[in-house]
């Protein structure tokens, strides 16, 4: 360490001497620079060092800092104030900033600039698949929720169609774009008009979102001609379905309803056969007065 006041010009005695004269800048180095009696920190000329705090330790003070201006300074302080978060020591101007955290790590005012880029989907409704088309391939840096690894999505703007999602409510469209809409719809029992005449009988098809579930209102589906529309005819069928056979409901049917003739009573003879036996009992007994007066 130099000894106050000493400005001696004699290079042997002291190597500074070029440096040591009245009007030098008086640095803090332990010298007398400027000849003045003051040493570093006491010479209100001193050109003292600007320190930054490194609370972190990794050599790097906080950016955000005020300086300390002096000729010693305060432990864990250092000469620099580059550190971007000096809360951080895996952030400063020496790291790589390659980590997709969004974090400007290096401090150079960009965030994750020294990312790999990979090729992902555009996935527009962020349902977890990206699109189907060539220009929804891209390559970026660090992908974000709008992109995917897979694509698959036949409507990249409706989030509730993707592949996987569930296709059961006959909306007529392909949610889980598999190519079929509705496919996961449950199959219900519908009757069927096996006889093409506009109503359905009790044969049934399993289907998938029938456009309607008709009543069963045919009685007999294999004739054409037995149905709630039909016309009755005077015979034994029930051709409109109404429980009632036609000659039972017309009135052109030969008065109505046909009536059975009655059960026989008595002798068992029927009312159109008396007449003929009562003649013929009557002839017997005349025959017989005959033969008594003979």
Do not use: K
Not at 11 to 30: H, K, M, R, S, W
Not at 105 to 124: I, K, L, S
């Amino acid at each position: 360490m130099g000894t106050v006041g000493d400005c001696a010009d004699d290079p042997t005695n002291q190597p500074l001497a070029a440096f040591i004269y009245p009007v030098a800048v008086e640095y803090c180095d332990g010298v007398d620079n400027d000849c003045n009696g003051m040493l570093d920190t006491d010479d209100p000329n001193a050109v003292a060092g600007l320190w930054y705090p490194d609370l972190d330790g990794d050599g790097f003070g906080d950016d955000g800092a005020v300086p300390d201006e002096t000729c010693t300074p305060q432990t864990g302080w250092v000469s620099n104030g580059y550190d971007c978060d000096d809360a951080n020591a895996g952030v400063q101007p020496l790291a790589t900033d390659a980590i997709c955290n969004g974090i400007d790590d290096n401090c150079d005012g960009q965030t994750d600039e020294e990312a790999p880029f990979t090729e992902v989907f555009r996935d527009a409704d962020m349902d977890g698949f990206g699109g189907t088309s060539l220009a929804d391939l891209i390559s970026v840096q660090c992908p974000g929720d709008d992109t995917s690894d897979v694509s698959g999505d036949c409507d990249d703007q409706d989030p509730d169609i993707h592949p996987g999602q569930v296709d059961d409510d006959c909306d007529g469209v392909d949610q889980d774009c598999d190519g079929t809409a509705d496919d996961g719809a449950p199959f219900v029992d519908v009757p069927q008009d096996v006889d093409g005449d506009g109503f359905a009988g009790d044969t049934t098809a399993s289907e998938q979102c029938p456009e309607a579930i008709p009543d069963v209102e045919d009685c007999d589906d294999d004739d054409p001609g037995v149905n709630p529309d039909a016309t009755e005819d005077c015979d034994d069928v029930d051709r409109d379905c109404d429980g009632v056979a036609g000659r039972d409901q017309r009135d052109d049917c030969g008065g109505g309803s046909v009536t059975p003739p009655p059960e026989p009573t008595g002798c068992g003879c029927t009312n159109s056969a008396a007449p003929a036996s009562i003649g013929l009992i009557g002839g017997l007994l005349g025959l017989l007065g005959l033969r008594r007066r003979a």
